[in-house]
């Protein structure tokens, strides 16, 4: 099928469904199409001779070969059928009734079977087995959709519902098509929008008994985790398809979960001991299709009630519980790779992370029936394996796509990437996603950009040689499938002729991951010699047409091109023989595509044809003529074609087959080039950006240096970032960081930017700082921004109490804690009560390193209470109408919020803010929150008791007094 664009082609409107009540019966049919739409219909141009079966075709296509259509041919048994429109959309069939009329069925399961037509009734039978997909049927050259089927593709694809006889009793039931060529363009369309599609094809050209039906059935599932088509997929990002068992037993982990991305054959399993871990999972790898075992009630490919764990988005299908278990699952690997045993793929331990690779393949083998999917065998990983980020982490702090419009431009991976393929952008947003905790592993990343770093000549011969390098992960995952085309295998052997070139740059390296590139798979080699001698360097699209095999390659096709050879020289031949034997100068051989070769002469000269000429056409300004001897020649020129065709198919999918046999060893170079695309990345972004190597140190401190945002300073129009410094957990500096100043000076910026500088280090990057010292984290966590869950029934408040939680229950004296404005979302008072208890159980229990942003200047006095907390504030120049931020962070905290000038700066108007100076100068003179007690006192107690809870029982300790934010409970004069 051909490539899918990136974006869909111009596209009719939409027809609007407009709902009919028929004996009682409501149904949802399209409107006609309007004049505009019906004018951009157009003939494909093409002509094609008349083939048996035409008619019998037509017949179950609802006899479209007897209608006209503006602008199709004059006689439409030419084009082959009438025509159904452009790529942008197709529109019915136009005649002397609208056929839209006496439509009456909405569903396949409301008309008795035995009364269709055959066609329908083999439709039905098909939808029965297939029912929570889209059925594509195949009749001639549309894909056909029918009842609820066509009415769900008329308005995602917005094609005009037509209608389609289906059998006596019946009458007309809704149809909506999409030519076969275009298929796969539709298709990513129809996925895109999360619709499962079987694809129910011709496998022959006409009927094999005489009156019977043409045999059709389905040869491919498609869901949105089964693509493998290159132009249904995202280049840059791994299409997850996921399977999911769970145990109710608490004692032992409860849910397997096994993912795979058949186009680039990795296949990953693991266990989890909640669902809670499960959601996180799930959403950390935007899985695309989600496979689980519903229960034995659940029939495959229909989608059952969304549970709790499963995150909104991704396309659900539910199955059966057998292939699931720990037997099925068991007999299904071993026979598929061809193992003794499961032990070694670590899965002997772990029987539902078992269970769900079963459950997996098993969907696998349905959806591509008599094909085996080409899969690595699968390893096991723990989420403890790596710094866990939880989905709100990430989203906070914009890892891979913005918070706001959820782009990728504006996130870390857009700011960092400077890969050049798209294995090695793949590759580094799964270092993104799960950053490393081992000090040597991420001390080897750091040693190769070092090594890349000090060589700028090696960094731009490696980039030039990386960068027309084809996608070999994907480009071997078709062709273990089946799919690639020739082109596939020609870009294909381009990459791997670069092999051995990046092999000679890199013949010096020293550290591990480049000098794994230093030596290549002899059969690789030999693999890449193979394809260069036996496909043409530019092949044809189509594989049926010819052109595809090298002359030399096989004796048989050589002897059968001679041949033909010797006949088109006979035919160039003749064209000046017969000028010569009829005297006519202007005569001309010509082809044409239907009628085949033919000798034209002009009106003028046809009376001094030969007696043996014979009128095949006659047209306006010429006359067409074959003679025998020109019949003969070429029946047997199309003869030897079609054999040498057909012989190239075939030598071409051998070749095929033989590159899928080393789709795994392809597969291995591909994982080391993408690496080290990633490094050389890595290497240019901290040449260009003025990046450093952070220093790996034991313990729990982090010494940054003038360290800067890697999104922000590249966003910056006009100015230059201003760098500020970070020292936490270490000997004599604080554990927790009290952030005050007003909004809008950066304190959210300097959040993020500590938590991305982490994050950088421990993936092996440099970090744009003049110095950093940073001891490894177990988990990041983030509570940044105000969101509501509104779906859920929660606010803005309930959510990051939520979120807070979350953070208290799981954080550890390794992590790491941004917290941005905890309790803003409620009343005063009680949000400056949680904030200060939160901010004493992070610093004292947990003693995480923390970086607290608030507006509640009173929480400085945490400062006087314990050691390792510490005031900072975000600097202001305060002039006399208004506010210069200099996003400078300095010891000591801030007395003030400037919330008003703030609001003045927004565009309040000054009514408004000279009222609030107004109002906000009474609250301070009467209004004051104090600690009284002796110091060791202050803490919960001072907060409030059980005998005087009031908020107004918190008292100031010490010299001066903080003025509280005002309230709606503060009295007014």
């Not at 005009?160 to 796969?184: C, D, F, N, Y």
């Not at 990057?765 to 969101?787: H, K, M, W």
């Not at 906000?920 to 005998?947: K, M, T, Y």
Request: glycine share 10%; aromatic share 4%.
């Amino acid at each position: 099928m051909p490539a899918i664009p990136d974006s869909p082609p111009d596209q009719l409107p939409l027809i609007p469904v407009e709902a009919i009540e028929e004996d009682g019966q409501r149904t949802l049919f399209a409107a006609a199409p309007p004049a505009a739409a019906a004018g951009r219909r157009r003939s494909s141009g093409r002509d094609t001779p008349a083939v048996p079966g035409r008619r019998r075709q037509a017949r179950e296509r609802g006899e479209r070969l007897n209608c006209q259509v503006p602008g199709s041919h004059d006689d439409p048994a030419d084009s082959g059928q009438a025509d159904r429109g452009d790529a942008g959309g197709l529109q019915g069939t136009a005649g002397p009734e609208d056929p839209l009329d006496n439509l009456r069925w909405t569903h396949h399961s409301q008309v008795n079977p035995l009364a269709l037509a055959p066609v329908m009734r083999h439709y039905v039978e098909l939808k029965r087995q297939h029912p929570g997909r889209l059925l594509l049927y195949r009749l001639g050259d549309f894909f056909e959709c029918f009842f609820e089927d066509a009415i769900t593709a008329s308005r995602e694809l917005e094609l005009a519902l037509t209608g389609k006889e289906a059998g006596r009793g019946i009458g007309r039931v809704p149809m909506a098509g999409i030519p076969h060529h275009a298929a796969e363009r539709y298709c990513g369309l129809l996925v895109a929008r999360g619709h499962g599609i079987a694809l129910c094809d011709q496998l022959e050209a006409s009927p094999s008994q005489q009156g019977g039906l043409i045999r059709r059935e389905v040869t491919r599932v498609i869901t949105p985790g089964t693509v493998i088509e290159e132009a249904m997929l995202t280049a840059r990002r791994n299409n997850w398809l996921a399977a999911v068992v769970g145990d109710d037993d608490a004692r032992t982990p409860c849910w397997g979960l096994a993912i795979a991305d058949i186009s680039t054959g990795e296949f990953q399993a693991t266990q989890l001991p909640d669902s809670a871990e499960l959601q996180q999972e799930l959403l950390r790898l935007g899985v695309a299709e989600l496979v689980w075992a519903a229960g034995a009630e659940a029939g495959g490919g229909s989608e059952a009630r969304r549970p709790g764990w499963c995150p909104a988005g991704i396309a659900l299908t539910a199955s059966g519980c057998t292939p699931f278990t720990a037997a099925a699952a068991l007999a299904r690997l071993l026979d598929r790779f061809q193992l003794a045993s499961v032990d070694g793929l670590g899965l002997g331990s772990l029987p539902l992370a078992l269970g769900a690779c079963g459950g997996l393949l098993s969907y696998l083998d349905s959806t591509r029936p008599g094909t085996t999917v080409p899969l690595a065998m699968p390893t096991t990983y723990q989420r403890s394996q790596y710094l866990v980020l939880d989905h709100q982490t990430a989203r906070n702090l914009e890892l891979t796509q913005t918070q706001r419009d959820g782009l990728l431009q504006g996130s870390l991976l857009w700011a960092i990437d400077r890969t050049v393929t798209a294995m090695g952008g793949r590759s580094l947003r799964r270092w993104l996603q799960q950053p490393l905790l081992e000090r040597e592993a991420i001390e080897q990343r750091q040693d190769s950009i070092a090594e890349l770093l000090g060589n700028s000549e090696l960094r731009l011969c490696l980039r030039r040689l990386l960068r027309p390098m084809g996608d070999l992960e994907r480009l071997a995952g078709r062709a273990g499938a089946g799919t690639a085309s020739a082109r596939d295998l020609v870009a294909l052997a381009d990459g791997l002729e670069r092999l051995p070139r990046l092999a000679g740059h890199l013949a010096d390296s020293i550290s591990p991951h480049l000098a794994a590139l230093r030596c290549v798979e002899p059969d690789l080699l030999s693999l890449t010699r193979r394809l260069r001698e036996t496909l043409t360097p530019t092949p044809p699209l189509s594989l049926s047409e010819g052109g595809l095999i090298l002359d030399g390659v096989d004796e048989t096709l050589d002897d059968l091109r001679d041949r033909i050879d010797g006949d088109e020289v006979w035919l160039r031949d003749l064209e000046q023989r017969e000028r010569q034997a009829t005297g006519i100068s202007n005569l001309k051989l010509c082809l044409h595509r239907s009628f085949g070769y033919f000798l034209s002469v002009s009106k003028a000269k046809a009376g001094q044809v030969p007696d043996h000429y014979i009128r095949r056409q006659t047209l306006a300004n010429e006359e067409r003529f074959v003679t025998p001897e020109l019949k003969e020649r070429e029946g047997r020129i199309l003869s030897l074609r079609r054999r040498t065709a057909q012989l190239e198919y075939e030598l071409f999918c051998r070749l095929r087959e033989e590159v899928g046999l080393a789709a795994e060893a392809i597969r291995r170079a591909a994982v080391r080039v993408a690496r080290l695309d990633v490094l050389v990345g890595l290497a240019e972004l901290a040449a260009t950006q003025h990046y450093c190597r952070p220093t790996l140190l034991e313990g729990r401190a982090m010494e940054i240096v003038a360290g800067r945002h890697p999104v922000v300073e590249q966003t910056l129009v006009g100015g230059q970032f201003s760098a500020n410094d970070l020292h936490l957990g270490e000997a004599g500096r604080p554990d927790l960081m009290v952030l005050t100043g007003p909004n809008a000076s950066g304190k959210s910026c300097y959040l993020r930017q500590t938590g991305l500088l982490q994050l950088l280090s421990q993936i092996g990057s440099y970090v744009p700082a003049e110095r950093a010292q940073l001891s490894l984290c177990d988990r990041i966590f983030t509570r940044v921004g105000a969101v509501d869950d509104l779906a859920a029934g929660q606010s803005t408040f309930m959510v990051e109490m939520t979120e807070t939680a979350n953070i208290l229950h799981h954080a550890s004296s390794n992590s790491l804690v941004l917290l941005d404005e905890i309790g803003r979302g409620t009343a005063t008072f009680d949000g400056l009560s949680i904030a200060w208890a939160v901010a004493e159980d992070l610093a004292e229990r947990i003693r995480a390193r923390t970086v607290f942003a608030t507006h509640y200047h009173e929480l400085n006095e945490l400062a006087t209470q314990l050691s390792n907390v510490a005031n900072f504030q975000v600097t202001v120049l305060e002039q006399e109408d208004r506010l210069v931020f200099m996003h400078r962070v300095r010891a000591g905290g801030a007395d003030r919020s400037y919330g008003i000038e703030a609001a003045r700066l927004a565009g309040l108007p000054s009514d408004v803010v000279l009222r609030a100076r107004q109002v906000l100068g009474r609250i301070e003179a009467n209004s004051r929150i104090a600690v009284d007690g002796e110091p060791e006192a202050v803490g919960p107690e001072a907060v409030g008791s059980p005998a005087d809870p009031s908020p107004r029982s918190l008292r100031q300790r010490g010299k001066g007094k903080k003025a509280a934010k005002p309230t709606a409970a503060d009295r007014v004069a």
